[in-house]
């Protein structure tokens, strides 16, 4: 079932955590109306097709070490 995917890395070393894009993952049925290979023109959608998306996803990988940012403010006072 198509759902979407919020996606969120926590690094470890900091503790921060940086929110990504939210990624749209289909299921590629063609009788979902959010699948890419539902027919645009499909009659009688409501009874044939499915018309309810899944549950959104948590992905939060657990990165073993410090966020973007950090690794930037880590370069800039090296200097
Ligand atoms: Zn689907
Ligand atoms: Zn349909
Ligand atoms: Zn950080």
Redesign the pocket.
């Known amino acids: 079932m198509c759902h979407e995917r919020y996606v969120a890395n926590d690094y470890r070393l900091c503790g921060h955590t940086v929110r990504l894009p939210d990624v749209f993952i289909e299921c590629g049925k063609p009788?979902c109306?959010y699948s890419a290979y539902?027919?645009p023109n499909?009659q009688n959608?409501l009874q044939?097709?499915n018309q309810i998306r899944g549950y959104p996803e948590q992905y939060r990988p657990l990165i073993n070490s410090l966020c973007p940012d950090c690794v930037a403010r880590a370069a800039a006072s090296r200097r």
Request: charged residues 10%; positive net charge; glycine residues 0%.
């Open positions: 009788n109306r539902h027919n499909c959608c044939t097709c």
